[in-house]
């Protein structure tokens, strides 16, 4: 069973703060798969970054950086320099090799203020 | 080009009715879903299909019946609305697991 634990409700900055959203995960797979989503007050669910099990090294793409370790099994996302229009939901998300489950926690909203 | 496309996008009805949502994909890809958000934001899997064959099915109460007449459409049947069944109706299709899933905008639905 694969299960997504994000323990932040919700986080309010204010405009330029870094914000970092915690996730922890539990799988028996030893090949997965872990993705982070937002949801914008409009609805829809943007895809944001993916990673694999296998491949731990850590990533920054522009204002967004991530930090995946297995040790504690843990795939944490920040936002560097918060801006307004980073106001959302964020999901972090696990599907297993042979499961086709996305599983999801149950979301952190950030308010970002100006 | 829209890769999922959902229709409706809102839709507001009355208990006891009869209601399908409509999914499709331009994207080729194998295998769709259905997931349901409530109204706590929670997103969990409601069915998926791959080739158009059933490979999962939540505990979802059999009201809820979907059909897939091709690999690139995934349609939602809902039969007797129940006030429960408000929440918003996400259709997702996916390739290879390790890139994720593609989201449809979702459906708003309503049962008053």
């Known amino acids: 069973a694969q299960k997504v634990t994000q323990a932040q409700t919700e986080i309010s900055v204010v405009e330029k703060e870094d914000v970092t959203l915690d996730c922890v995960y539990e799988t028996r797979d030893t090949t997965y798969y872990l993705f982070w989503y937002k949801q914008p007050p409009s609805g829809e669910l943007v895809f944001l970054i993916r990673?694999?099990?296998?491949?731990?090294q850590n990533e920054i793409s522009g204002r967004y950086s991530w930090n995946f370790q297995k040790s504690t099994s843990s795939f944490n996302f920040t936002i560097t320099a918060s801006q307004v229009v980073d106001s959302a939901v964020y999901f972090c998300a696990l599907n297993d090799a042979n499961d086709y489950k996305l599983s999801f926690g149950a979301g952190t909203t950030v308010t970002v203020r100006a | 080009d829209t890769a999922v496309s959902q229709t409706p996008k809102y839709l507001v009805t009355q208990m006891g009715n009869d209601k399908s949502i409509k999914c499709e994909q331009n994207?080729?890809?194998?295998?769709m879903y259905w997931y349901k958000q409530d109204s706590k934001k929670f997103l969990k899997i409601m069915f998926s299909?791959?080739?158009?064959?059933?490979?999962i099915n939540e505990t979802v109460p059999n009201r809820f019946s979907p059909k897939s007449p091709d690999k690139a459409h995934l349609n939602l049947h809902i039969n007797s609305l129940e006030l429960g069944d408000s929440a918003v109706y996400f259709c997702a299709s996916s390739q290879d697991l390790s890139y994720g899933y593609t989201f449809g905008s979702g459906t708003r639905l309503t049962v008053v």
């Open positions: 990673r694999n099990s296998f491949d731990e």
């Open positions: 299909y791959n080739n158009k064959e059933l490979i």
């Open positions: 994207l080729g890809h194998d295998t």
